[in-house]
């Protein structure tokens, strides 16, 4: 199995968190998500004390929290002691809605609206990663009204290319991300926010891409933004606190992807690190990260339910299930690869070629295109592996289908985390 939280039962349904996954498409219906809240402290537990080993417990690890959005799961990473990064005025007020602390978040986005930056301000949020100038200067100007000085980190963009998916690649030079080194850019802004009254600058961020399975990317940019952060001293005299590198770390999906080990990474990004910092006679700064995928992946599950399989003479074969697109637009998106299996028979072994097909009216709702699968027919529930991250936080309306429900297992209990959507709810704003 893709992951040890997936085996398989003696009465050959596939298990999940130890849950019989036939049984809970029997209770709550499918498309249905499913979330290991085990896996989730697991994940956390791991990054959280692999970044206190190797940076130190001033490093707060961060949970990208854009990976995977609900009220839930910001209880959970708060139990776990992680701070966390919002995007959006809305990820912030789900946060908040459970009590996060409002210190420990990260406000990141290219384009944050003047409603979301005041909305964060009076809020208290901990830090602003600001991304350009006129959010620098709007930043200002409102904490100045409020009387207060407010924490941020500079978006920079490092100029590299990590060789992931071209649509996650963030962190090169022509990026709408963040103002580059490169061009001197990121000079004027570091030096625009020294002078600014009401803002204190703490450091600087970049996030390279996502996906990433070596150390190389990281340390790269890290060597990038250590340079800067020389010149800076040099010119300047300013050293920063705080450098930022994003997240990114790689999750296995399908078999042949690396397993790759966060202790394994940061103990080599931290091995490169130190010398960098020694090299350039800088004061060492606090190391920050911010892990999406990695906290949220493997702790999810989606499941469907077959409805036809469908064979084009000679060409394809299609399972058409009841999801799709609207639930995961990551194939359609990315061509992302899965792990598929037929939970009600399990053990059965991947005989032909079979494309999984969704419900939404156009021909690119697939999941997968002809890979070995299992047999399937009418009926059976698929289960698509390691799909906690970029799912449920990616879904939509799309041909007005309802979002899918969300349940969560913890410890061989079950609970309704996100009610499924009804056709109400899909017209409840409109007039
Ligand atoms: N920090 C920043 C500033 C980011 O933009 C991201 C992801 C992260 C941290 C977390 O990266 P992670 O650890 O999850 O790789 N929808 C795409 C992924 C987009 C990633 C966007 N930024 C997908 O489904 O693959």
Do not use: W
């Amino acid at each position: 199995m893709i992951h040890n939280n997936i085996s398989v039962l003696d009465n050959g349904h596939l298990a999940f968190a130890d849950a019989d996954v036939v049984e809970l498409a029997k209770k709550y219906g499918t498309p249905l998500y499913l979330i290991d809240e085990n896996k989730i402290r697991e994940n956390c537990r791991k990054y959280k004390s692999t970044v206190e080993k190797y940076f130190g417990s001033e490093s707060l690890p961060l949970y990208a929290s854009k990976a995977l959005c609900y009220k839930d799961i910001y209880r959970i990473i708060n139990s776990e002691g992680l701070g966390i990064d919002v995007v959006s005025g809305g990820e912030l007020y789900t946060a908040l809605s459970v009590g996060f602390p409002a210190e420990k978040v990260y406000f990141h986005g290219n384009n944050k609206t003047e409603f979301e930056i005041t909305y964060a301000l009076d809020n208290n949020i901990g830090c602003f990663v600001v991304d350009n100038f006129d959010e620098l200067y709007f930043l200002n100007d409102e904490a100045a009204k409020r009387g207060v000085v407010q924490n941020i980190l500079l978006r920079l963009s490092p100029g590299i290319d990590p060789h992931t998916h071209r649509a996650v690649v963030t962190g090169n030079v022509d990026s709408k991300f963040g103002l580059p080194i490169e061009t001197g850019q990121a000079f004027e802004f570091v030096s625009a926010a020294l002078n600014c009254k009401n803002i204190n600058l703490e450091g600087i961020h970049c996030h390279i891409g996502s996906q990433i399975f070596d150390k190389y990317p990281f340390t790269d940019a890290a060597k990038n933004m250590l340079d800067f952060a020389l010149l800076v001293k040099n010119e300047l005299g300013y050293s920063f606190k705080k450098i930022n590198l994003g997240g990114g770390i790689g999750v296995r999906y399908v078999e042949s992807d690396s397993k790759s080990d966060i202790d394994e990474i940061m103990c080599e990004i931290k091995n490169e690190l130190d010398e960098l910092v020694s090299e350039r006679g800088l004061d060492k700064p606090i190391f920050l990260f911010e892990m999406g995928r990695y906290i949220a992946a493997n702790a999810g599950m989606t499941l469907y339910t077959v409805g036809s399989v469908k064979e084009i003479k000679g060409y394809k074969k299609y399972v058409c299930i009841d999801g799709g697109m609207c639930d995961n637009p990551r194939f359609a998106l990315y061509q992302s690869k899965y792990t598929f299996y037929n939970a009600s028979n399990a053990n059965s072994e991947p005989e032909e070629l079979g494309t999984i097909a969704g419900r939404c009216c156009e021909s690119g709702d697939v999941l997968s295109d002809e890979i070995k699968l299992q047999n399937f027919s009418r009926g059976d529930i698929l289960a698509v592996a390691v799909t906690g991250a970029y799912n449920y936080a990616m879904s939509s309306n799309y041909n007005r289908v309802p979002k899918p429900a969300m349940v969560s297992i913890s410890n061989g209990n079950e609970r309704l985390v996100v009610k499924r959507q009804t056709y109400e709810d899909i017209i409840a704003n409109e007039i």
